[in-house]
């Protein structure tokens, strides 16, 4: 399964309106031959009456990428930088804007990608550098590793690209989650197994592929140099090499520590079946020593199914350090996203909260992004219950609970049968806006484009 990133978070956000309203359209943002705006569909959509909710029109900032452009990872750094990655350009894309999302610079393919290249992932460090990771194959090669490319001018260039290498050749690797910590430490997690040969494939029609057998492993490596050399690999699951874990999205706070959400499927130890998993966390104060005993959450409300093809789990904290869990589970009566959260950093966990309103099988993308103490933004992608792909925001308090309906952020529905990746990315910008980006093929075309919009309350 797997193609997606970490999204930076963006502290100390002010939100001024705690409840929700219709939005209106306003005015294209998109100048330049570098994006093209989306014209005659509605900006946005929401359920009640009161404040208003703008978004901007939805803009192609894949525009000039060959092919299909899809599985989008966003982050923001100040002061109004908003960087994009995702998979295309013949490689890994990559587009950034210097005015908080409005306007995005023409697409580039991220140094060091082109080829057999995947699940982009992306951070900015408090020092502005900006470290774009992907997971790359050689044409030689079936094993799969992590790549850090590295830029000092805020995303203009990419001048250092740093192979992350497993022990030996032969391994399975898929997913890579980047975070930036205190100094020039960085912490990167990844899906590794000693063994390609091992691990069988399960795809979706239209989606990308789960895993039905294998050595599949969470783990992590830290960089205390920038990325320049790195650490061994390390565990966070038990029973290592077949610990069933994988998709590790992950947070650092400020003191450095690390907070990882991962999902973990049983596995048979004869046969390497995979079985129904559950999301677990998990958390380090350094990155490199992890409990023996990984928290499962919330098992009652469902599992994750074996066939499950999307980025199913993400981890987000808010400018307090309170932290937000969200996945969905595949159960009898439907696909469900769920949320929930810590103020104890990760010791102990609100009930679980649904977050997606209808009642079918369809794919739901859940992920969040912090903001104030106390709110974060949840948004989700699916392809239901209308008639194609559709990216929906809805701001969420500890203290008061959802503070409006569903708002409709894209302004047209994707097809259905083209996929858009298994990621979207958000982020939360100064002065309460949120950034978000996703992937959907329009009308009658038969790829998937990125596009961006701004929400602002």
Not at 153 to 158: E, I, K, L, R, Y
Not at 320 to 346: E, I, K
């Amino acid at each position: 399964m797997f193609t997606r990133c970490l999204r930076s978070r963006a502290a100390g956000v002010a939100l001024v309106v705690l409840t929700l309203a219709a939005a209106s359209a306003c005015t294209s943002t998109a100048t330049g031959p570098a994006v093209r705006t989306t014209t005659g569909v509605p900006g946005s959509t929401s359920l009640a009456t009161g404040p208003q909710v703008t978004v901007t029109p939805m803009t192609d900032i894949s525009a000039g990428c060959l092919g299909n452009s899809s599985e989008v990872e966003e982050a923001f750094a100040p002061p109004s930088y908003v960087y994009a990655e995702w998979i295309g350009c013949g490689g890994i894309g990559f587009a950034r804007s210097t005015d908080s999302g409005r306007h995005f610079g023409a697409a580039l393919t991220v140094a060091g990608s082109r080829g057999a290249s995947w699940d982009p992932a992306i951070t900015a460090a408090a020092d502005g550098t900006v470290y774009a990771a992907f997971m790359h194959a050689s044409p030689r090669s079936v094993s799969g590793h992590p790549v850090v490319a590295v830029s000092l001018d805020h995303g203009a260039s990419f001048a250092q690209v740093r192979q992350v290498l497993p022990p030996a050749p032969g391994n399975w690797g898929d997913r890579d989650f980047i975070a930036a910590g205190p100094g020039h430490r960085l912490f990167l997690t990844w899906d590794y197994g000693p063994s390609a040969a091992e691990v069988k494939t399960l795809c979706g029609k239209g989606g990308s592929c789960a895993y039905s057998k294998g050595d599949l492993n969470a783990v992590i490596q830290v960089s205390g140099n920038g990325g320049a050399t790195w650490g061994p690999i390390v565990h966070l699951e038990p029973g290592f090499p077949i610990g069933g874990g994988y998709s590790a999205p992950l947070v650092v706070s400020p003191d450095g520590d690390v907070d990882v959400l991962f999902i973990a499927h049983p596995t048979d130890p004869g046969t390497d079946t995979v079985h129904p998993g559950y999301e677990y966390f998990t958390s380090s104060a350094d990155g490199a020593r992890w409990p023996a005993d990984p928290r499962r959450l919330w098992p009652g409300v469902g599992t994750v199914s074996v066939p499950e093809w999307w980025i199913d789990g993400d981890i987000s904290a808010d400018a307090a350090g309170n932290l937000y869990a969200t996945w969905d589970t595949q159960t009898a009566a439907g696909d469900v996203g769920w949320l929930t959260y810590s103020r104890d950093g990760g010791r102990t966990w609100s009930a679980p909260l649904r977050v997606t309103p209808d009642t079918d099988h369809a794919p739901h993308i859940v992920e969040s992004a912090g903001g104030q103490a106390g709110v974060a933004y949840v948004a989700w992608q699916t392809s239901a219950p209308a008639p194609g792909y559709a990216t929906y925001l809805r701001p969420f308090s500890i203290q008061r609970g959802w503070l409006g309906p569903a708002i409709k952020v894209s302004g047209a529905f994707g097809n259905p049968a083209v996929w858009p990746g298994d990621t979207f990315g958000i982020a939360v910008l100064p002065g309460g806006s949120i950034s978000l980006t996703w992937g959907s093929a329009l009308g009658t075309s038969k790829v998937s484009a990125i596009f961006s919009s701004v929400l602002t309350i």
